[in-house]
């Protein structure tokens, strides 16, 4: 990704139904924190479909870990969604991580309904749901923790 991506990046993020305004404003701050400064531990990679972005990862190491790492956003515009964009997003992502030692990828999301083609999404890739909180995010809205375990 590079500066000139991000107009269309954040439209992404704001078309998507999932996504709450507060969500939106943290997730412009991590792309912000990468396009400013590279090395800060943030990885953002964009897919191109007809020359216009069509989505986008955004990745890191987990702080404190021993080479685990986080899919910290991922989104496909909807109408590019159920072509393959967010698997290849994601391929390319765990190629890097694991090109980076990288051992072991979490991603966490919600359990509310609307986020059920993301689930179903995450263990088409090969994650497996391993641990789940009740209630976290609001009463009746668990975290979910998808991982895929590299080596
Ligand atoms: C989750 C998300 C990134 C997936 O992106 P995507 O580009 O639709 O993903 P893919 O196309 O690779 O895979 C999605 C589905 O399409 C299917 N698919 C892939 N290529 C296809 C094709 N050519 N034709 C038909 N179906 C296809 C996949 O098998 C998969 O099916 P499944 O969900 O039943 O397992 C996208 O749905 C999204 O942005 N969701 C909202 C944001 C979100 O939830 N982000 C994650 C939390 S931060």
Same mark, same amino acid.
């Given at each position: 990704?590079?500066? +000139?991506?991000? $107009?269309?990046?954040?439209?992404?993020?704001?078309?998507?139904?999932?996504?709450?305004? =507060? /969500?939106?404003?943290? &997730?412009?701050?991590?792309?912000?924190?990468?396009?400013?400064?590279?090395?800060?531990?943030?990885?953002?990679?964009?897919?191109?479909?007809?020359?216009?972005?069509?989505?986008?990862?955004?990745?890191?190491?987990?702080?404190?870990?021993?080479?685990?790492?986080?899919?910290?956003?991922? +989104?496909?515009? $909807?109408?590019?969604?159920?072509?393959?964009?967010?698997?290849?997003?994601?391929?390319? =992502? /765990?190629?890097?991580? &694991?090109?980076?030692?990288?051992?072991?990828?979490?991603?966490?999301?919600?359990?509310?309904?609307?986020?059920?083609?993301?689930?179903?999404?995450?263990?088409?890739?090969?994650?497996?749901?391993?641990?789940?909180?009740?209630?976290?995010?609001?009463?009746?809205?668990?975290?979910?923790?998808?991982?895929?375990?590299?080596?």
């Amino acid at each position: 990704m590079t500066r +000139a991506d991000k $107009p269309a990046v954040m439209d992404i993020l704001q078309t998507t139904p999932q996504f709450l305004p =507060a /969500e939106v404003v943290v &997730a412009e701050e991590v792309l912000d924190c990468y396009l400013d400064d590279p090395s800060a531990g943030y990885f953002t990679l964009v897919a191109e479909s007809d020359h216009a972005i069509a989505g986008y990862v955004c990745y890191g190491e987990t702080p404190l870990t021993e080479c685990t790492w986080d899919i910290y956003w991922i +989104a496909v515009s $909807p109408h590019h969604q159920k072509r393959g964009i967010g698997g290849a997003l994601i391929a390319d =992502a /765990e190629k890097e991580i &694991a090109r980076k030692n990288g051992r072991m990828v979490m991603a966490e999301t919600s359990s509310k309904p609307d986020y059920d083609n993301t689930h179903r999404f995450y263990l088409s890739q090969g994650y497996r749901l391993v641990a789940q909180i009740s209630d976290y995010y609001a009463p009746g809205d668990n975290i979910m923790f998808f991982q895929k375990l590299l080596k």
